[in-house]
């Protein structure tokens, strides 16, 4: 796989000194501090899927326009990354986009259904289809990402207002799509329950599958790169579907490119006066017991865990030198506060057999939870002691 | 959880004498005889889902009226289960139905639409639908049950001459529908990507989630009673959708329901000179790599293994006690033919570290398989030797 140049990211980066790592000092903010290893007093939280439609602040924003307009225009995506960090007093924001937001930036068709997720207008059905996808650059994520590198910014400074108000530095997690999960939405069409086809390609034809992984590895990269670049302090690589595969196909037929995509952000130069030595990376699946060890293998600072693992057992399966970041069940943001309280608790808890933890859902929010509820949980985390 | 009385099933059984078990010496054939932990020469073989979409002859009869139809109209049924047996060669049948089907019979209205699975009219999203649900007596499964009563006892006959064609005994498998995977149907109202309509429900309203399974667990023990009493030599109880709770809540908010409803096969008399002392029952699920020993915990013979899970992977987490069956990845069936054929080799490897094992895929046969991958599959399997 080659590696990703970095050179034509001078053009649209911002200077370093601009970068929130040396301009707000987010390297030494709790969640980049959780990810590189460092046990805090507070216990760092933020949400999987934070910024959404669990928040009535973005039903209004959000009551005209399609979801990828919103994602593209810089003003309404800054300000929606934003609305939870200012209602629930989470530790990061994570940059409101969608996983297919690259693709789309490529010229590829494709529409966020609601209540459904993304839909292609032409799924990659052929070996034919493909090739003809993978012809398309990558740089061009870069060089028409003006609008993401625009809401990064954007989002940034208003972060660095709302860390003044709190009195802590408060850093942007960029995020993007594994190349198997993006494959699997690519080549079904739209969502799946069992992500068949791809399972399918990757045995029927696996020159076409690694043609479109090792292209996807590229565009994952570009898009995560474009983040960091832009302003974000740390970086999450979301594998949805990992879970759906025996191990050994993830390991085959996966794992290597989501590997390559992590290089590019770790070929951004990190800006001088950050405080640290590289931008975390997160790594996150659901349904990913099977896989963890493997999810954890390749040079991540920090491992993503589901709802279906206890954080203690997840020590045990990688060891103990990551970050473990979750992973409350999202259901139990319906199940009264004190039930809710104690799973909180009985995470903190196993949360320190790993070096670190960062308090996460197990899961994205649920659009049906009531905001005060994760609120509360916010609360409930900043109020437990690991004394 | 109150026990199902079985003395109302004398109007509806078949004598004793008449059952296969007896009738046929069905007990000695390889399937029970392995889900009951003997080694056989051969390792039987059968595929979940293996009577359905996936054969031309079945489209064809299918060709009109609707799925429930087709369950309800013992002809139709008998015919559709003998279907694979005939073309594919398997060691067993397993009766063609749906686990909505009880519920059908009680009145509940539902269907099952194309490509998408089970729709109900009314989701029970209240404590109070839920009230009204559970007031259905489970009995009338029984009552009600003629159709089924009767497919069996056709599909038996049926098998009893195609065994007489292959000069060995072939089995057929009763089936229902756990519990919790029913509950998430019904509260959902339809398939469901996370089931957290079902998981919310847990900890929201615990009391109604109960009252809930332990109806459901009352209609399944009746469904598979009915079953067996009719004619069927063993039994499976599917929970699909097990794999999507968290451990705790699946000890908690499912399984005691499940080993409640298989209490009613137990309470069931086996026919005199059925050659063995109970039924063998067998428990499945779909990404239940966290919940193995928990799932084998019910006193079942038999454990079903998804493809995640290398069968001597899971033979280290239930112990060697139990007969294990699994779990070639139904995309396997796309695979070149060499491919395929290494990966069962495989498999039956892993299958020594059990007790027994009866070979199956790790997921139902997918609509789109090619007839003769599968055929392929119990030509390979049958032609293994562990010596």
Not at 16 to 24: F, G, K, N
Not at 135 to 162: F, H, N, Y
Not at 285 to 297: C, Q
Request: hydrophobic fraction near 45%; glycine fraction near 8%; include cysteine.
């Amino acid at each position: 796989m080659t590696s990703i140049s970095i050179n034509s990211f001078e053009e649209i980066i911002i200077p370093a000194s601009a970068h929130p790592l040396v301009a707000h000092a987010t390297g030494s903010s709790r969640l980049v501090r959780t990810l590189l290893g460092e046990r805090v007093e507070k216990t760092p939280v933020w949400f999987m899927r934070q910024a959404g439609r669990s928040l009535p602040e973005y039903r209004a924003l959000r009551s005209q326009g399609s979801m990828l307009d919103a994602c593209l225009t810089p003003e309404l995506a800054s300000e929606i990354t934003l609305q939870p960090v200012r209602r629930h007093g989470v530790d990061a924001a994570i940059f409101f986009s969608d996983i297919i937001v690259p693709l789309a930036i490529l010229g590829i068709e494709v529409e966020i259904a609601a209540g459904r997720g993304p839909v292609f207008a032409r799924p990659l059905s052929t070996a034919a289809d493909i090739a003809r996808a993978v012809e398309i650059d990558p740089a061009l994520v870069r060089e028409r990402g003006e609008a993401i590198a625009r809401a990064v910014e954007l989002t940034t400074d208003m972060l660095a207002e709302e860390s003044e108000s709190r009195g802590e530095p408060l850093p942007l997690i960029g995020f993007a799509g594994a190349p198997f999960t993006l494959a699997a939405y690519l080549v079904e069409g739209g969502p799946s329950k069992d992500h068949l086809a791809a399972r399918r390609l990757i045995h029927e034809d696996p020159a076409a599958w690694n043609a479109l992984t090792e292209w996807l590895a590229r565009v994952t990269g570009e898009f995560l790169a474009l983040q960091v670049a832009s302003g974000a302090s740390a970086a999450q690589l979301f594998d949805s579907w990992a879970g759906g595969l025996p191990p050994e196909d993830y390991r085959a037929a996966a794992l290597p490119a989501s590997a390559a995509s992590l290089d590019a952000v770790r070929a951004l130069p990190v800006p001088e006066g950050a405080g640290i030595d590289h931008i975390p990376l997160v790594h996150f699946g659901v349904g990913t017991g099977e896989i963890l060890r493997d999810m954890a293998s390749i040079g991540i600072d920090a491992l993503g865990v589901d709802y279906r693992v206890p954080l203690d057992e997840a020590a045990r399966r990688v060891g103990s030198h990551l970050t473990l970041q979750g992973n409350l069940d999202p259901a139990l943001l319906f199940a009264p506060a004190g039930v809710r309280d104690a799973a909180i608790e009985r995470i903190l808890e196993a949360g320190r057999s790993a070096r670190a933890h960062v308090f996460n859902l197990g899961h994205g929010v649920p659009m049906q939870a009531d905001p005060d509820a994760i609120s509360s949980v916010v609360r409930t985390v900043h109020g437990w002691r690991s004394a």
